[in-house]
């Protein structure tokens, strides 16, 4: 199925604080590389057939490359993101006025912190929400008012895993992989509940941010380094694409991170 994602090319990607374990201001990254390390990911989404639309990248807002934390569209309603850090506060409203530039007028300010895409992944009939680090548990209520969608608590406990993006990912609408240490011993209980069937992904593929990876339902585009859980996906009959995007790894994202499901 073709799907619709919004990006927002790193013209302005660096990495100069630190609001995650990854980010290290000292050692900075490479804007060149990231740029197109970035335009092979958007190129591997056109090739699949899926429409990229763009978000215009602003001054001083390094890390909003990192579209995955904007909102979450669910049925065209866009739930915005409040952003924990004050280095990324001003990509909430954004975002926002993207989309309603680009005619998607269902959308709601958050009342409560929350960053998106980053802890909000969208199933068939549920939504799968983190929290522990950034997003308050308190925003998955008001999502799952505003969405009109099941939303189901997660507990984050793995600062390396700050975003339920770096440690699930949704292999179609009713199954996921994920690193079952980023959770607490409770939210581990309730994934088994839920999906008795998940790929289980070891530490080395997590902490390469392998569940950092977007599926179409039939490919996968994942990190090239995450290779154990390359294999298993390939068992389990789905096609796996394999990006380099390590630059942007330095400010803790990868695929997923870069990327905003914008669901009609
Ligand atoms: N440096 C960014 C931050 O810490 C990385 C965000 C990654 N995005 C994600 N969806 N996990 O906020």
């Known amino acids: 199925m073709t799907r619709h994602y919004l990006m927002c090319r790193p013209d302005h990607f660096a990495v100069e604080y630190a609001i995650n374990p990854w980010m290290d201001p000292e050692a900075g990254a490479d804007r060149e590389v990231a740029i197109r390390q970035w335009e092979g990911l958007k190129s591997t989404y056109e090739d699949l057939g899926h429409r990229v639309s763009l978000i215009d990248p602003v001054e001083g807002l390094p890390d909003m490359v990192f579209a995955a934390n904007g909102a979450l569209v669910v049925g065209g309603r866009v739930y915005g993101a409040r952003f924990t850090h004050p280095e990324r506060a001003a990509e909430g409203p954004a975002y926002l006025e993207w989309f309603t530039a680009n005619g998607y007028h269902a959308s709601r300010e958050a009342e409560f912190t929350n960053e998106g895409e980053g802890d909000f992944l969208t ?35 793995d600062p390396r895993f700050y975003h339920l993006d770096t440690a699930l990912f949704p292999l179609n609408g009713h199954n996921v992989a994920y690193f079952p240490g980023a959770f607490s011993v409770g939210s581990q209980e309730v994934l088994r509940n839920l999906f008795p069937d998940a790929v289980i992904a070891n530490e080395d593929d997590a902490t390469v941010l392998g569940l950092n990876a977007v599926s179409d339902g039939t490919h996968v585009v994942i990190n090239a380094e995450a290779t154990d859980l390359q294999l298993e996906l390939k068992r389990r009959g789905l096609e796996v694409i394999p990006v380099e995007l390590s630059e942007l790894r330095k400010a803790g994202g990868g695929p997923k991170c870069c990327t905003l499901e914008i669901r009609g």
């Open 123 to 157: 199933l068939d009939h549920l939504v799968l929400a983190g929290t522990g680090f950034r997003t308050d548990v308190a925003a998955h209520g008001e999502a799952q008012e505003f969405l009109g969608r099941p939303v189901v608590s997660l507990r984050l406990v």
